[in-house]
């Protein structure tokens, strides 16, 4: 069974930083893109950032310069360091991975999400 644990969130000042991390477990199966979305009540999933196997990164225009995804592929986990914070940060964040099956299927998977609250 195939999970992805985010870790990091929390509540924090306008200005201020967090990292989230998210790992990968319970796959043999190689990974190729993992990304993070996030949710803010009332509004829709969006794309926060995205990043590629092989290390090809994509950024909303609302996070650059601001934002950073990286990942460790020997540990299967992708980070999103999160740089002067805005309260329009303010969401669930969720993180995402396309995983290869056994017989050479990608599939999507998600977390359960972890809350990134910014005061103002």
């Known amino acids: 069974q195939v999970r992805l644990v985010e870790s990091g969130g929390g509540l924090v000042q306008a200005g201020g930083s967090l990292r989230l991390s998210c790992t990968a477990s319970?796959?043999?199966?190689?990974?190729?893109?993992m990304a993070w979305y996030r949710q803010a009540p009332g509004k829709q999933r969006e794309l926060v950032a995205g990043?590629?196997?092989?290390?090809?990164?994509n950024y909303a225009d609302s996070v650059k310069g601001r934002f950073t995804i990286s990942r460790d592929n020997a540990k299967n986990t992708v980070y999103l360091q999160m740089n002067s914070l805005k309260p329009e940060d303010t969401g669930v964040y969720f993180c995402y991975a396309d995983i290869m099956s056994r017989i050479g299927v990608l599939y999507p998977y998600w977390g359960q999400g972890t809350q990134v609250t910014v005061s103002s």
């Open positions: 990043i590629t196997s092989g290390g090809s990164t």
């Open positions: 319970g796959s043999s199966g190689s990974i190729n893109t």
